[in-house]
Structure formats: C-alpha cells, structure tokens
C-alpha cells in the first residue's frame, strides 16, 4: 500500500514558524494536486492548502491564508507546507494528500505529523 511520509511537525511558540514535507514514492508518475488537511480530536479533518501539480495553482484555507505558503517539487514528488504567524487553533495533525486525477479522490494520504502552538 503506498503511503506519503511527512516530516517536519514539531512544537513552535505562537508567531513561530514550521515547515511541513511530505514526499511520495518515485514510482507514483501521475499526480493532479498535493495538499494538507488537518484534524484536531473531535472534530472533523479540515482542508488547508493544495496545489494543481501541473501549472502550480494553488488553494487556501480562509483561515490559513497569508500565514501559509504550499509549494511543490515535481522532481521530488515533494509538497511542502510553510507555515508562519503560527496561533495556538493551527494545533493539529496534519496530513497530506495526493490525487491521481481531477475529482478530489485523495488516493493517498500521508501518517500524520503533530503540530502544536504553545507557549
């Protein structure tokens, strides 16, 4: 089964900032859009960034927007996460996804990396 392996989480103090990545297998050729959803417990997973791989659009979260840059490397089969003005409600895991095609089916997922803001 493949799965996206995401690294950089970690605890930041409030206006910090992270860097998430997360990497998928050489042999995945097709991808249509990368991206991070995020999921604190009881409450349901929630939509942060993507990005289209092929011209670069990219997507954002109200609440993230101007604090949260995705970018993408077509070489790495890498998508990549900086998040600056980190706040205490950006606490979560975040998990990343990959779409094979156009219809948002998130063939992949990633294990999750923990996110927490506090002082």
């Known amino acids: 089964q493949v799965q996206l392996v995401e690294s950089g989480g970690g605890l930041v103090q409030p206006g910090g900032s992270l860097r998430l990545s997360c990497a998928a297998p050489?042999?995945?050729?097709?991808?249509?859009?990368m991206g991070w959803f995020r999921q604190v417990p009881g409450k349901e997973r929630e939509f942060v960034a993507a990005?289209?791989?092929?011209?670069?659009?990219?997507y954002y979260a109200d609440s993230v927007k101007g604090r949260f840059t995705i970018s993408g490397d077509s070489g790495k089969n890498t998508v990549y996460l900086q998040m600056n003005s980190l706040k205490p409600e950006d606490t979560a895991v975040y998990y990343c996804?990959?779409?094979?095609?156009?219809?948002?089916?998130?063939?992949?997922w990633g294990q999750g990396t923990q996110v927490t803001v506090s002082s």
């Open positions: 996804y990959l779409d094979r095609s156009a219809g948002g089916s998130h063939d992949y």
């Open positions: 050489g042999s995945i050729f097709s991808i249509y859009t």
């Open positions: 990005i289209r791989w092929s011209g670069g659009s990219t």
